[in-house]
């Protein structure tokens, strides 16, 4: 009499069976499709949740494929909470390629990475996944870092912002771009995400960087007042100030 299959072994096969028929082509920049690495996915999840059972699917489903690729170990370093800084940046960066690693609960330990931890380019790395993934969900952790001790995590927040914008991140994207202390590269990327946002005190605080001595900051606000009110006033504060009054 031929003995029952583990009940590991028979969730491994329905999982399987389930995301091969379950592939859906995509046309993101950055996607990706690897059904190996989203069975991974969904075993790192189950792990979590099932303990041995889940942890006995992940061992299976890499037999059943033959290999362990990269991905596979990616997906085990972001679910570590000893892995090195280095791994978790490659991990992270190399995941947000494809498209299911951009949602949750990818982007809930993307989110957990840039809060807390003690590396700035994990921290970095970790807005930059978010970004890429467009977490919205992820906001007012952006506007929160803004105000990170590292310049490199501030640029990534501010580059955020610029690609998914919230009324509520103008006050704080303008006070970076005002401040004559804050690192070039992060008061450019801030008036960058300026350009959407058309309130009158966004817009006329850009105006004001038009008078800075710094070239590339009048540079970037005139390009964003340019996308903010579909009219152009060259460098003259004055002009811009008396058209949008």
């Known amino acids: 009499m031929r003995s029952p299959r583990p009940v590991w072994l028979l969730l491994a096969c329905v999982i ?15 996607a990706r499709q690897d059904p190996n690495v989203e069975i991974e996915g969904l075993a790192v999840v189950m792990a979590g949740t099932m303990g ?11 037999r059943l494929v033959g290999t362990r690729p990269k991905s596979l170990q990616w997906a085990r370093t972001l679910a570590d909470p000893e892995a ?25 330990a993307y989110a957990q990475r840039a809060r807390s ?17 467009r977490d919205r969900n ?15 995590v501030r640029i990534e927040a501010a580059k955020a912002l610029a690609n998914i914008p919230d009324d509520s991140a103008a006050g704080p994207l ?3 771009a005002q401040n004559p202390e804050e690192n070039l590269d992060a008061r450019l990327a801030a008036i960058d995400a300026l350009r959407h946002y058309e309130g009158q ?8 960087l038009l008078e800075s001595e710094e070239f590339s900051v009048t540079w970037q606000a005139r390009r964003s007042l340019i996308t903010a009110t579909g009219e152009d006033h060259g460098f003259d504060a004055l002009a811009w100030r008396r058209a949008l009054v």
Not at 16 to 28: F, Q, V
Request: charged share 25%; aromatic share 6%.
């Open 138 to 152: 992820a906001v007012p952790l952006y506007i929160e870092l803004l105000d990170d001790e590292d310049a490199k």
């Open 16 to 30: 399987s069976a389930a995301l091969g028929c379950n592939r859906t082509a995509t046309t993101e920049p950055f």
């Open 52 to 62: 041995q059972i889940g942890m006995s699917i992940s061992d299976t489903t890499a």
């Open 201 to 208: 005190e966004s817009l006329l605080g850009l105006v004001g």
């Open 84 to 108: 090195r800084p280095d791994e978790l940046r490659e991990a992270m960066l190399g995941l947000v390629r494809y498209d299911y690693a951009r949602k949750e609960p990818y982007t809930d």
């Open 174 to 176: 303008l006070r970076a």
């Open 117 to 133: 931890s003690p590396h700035a380019l994990v921290r970095a790395s970790a807005l930059r996944a978010l970004n890429i993934s």
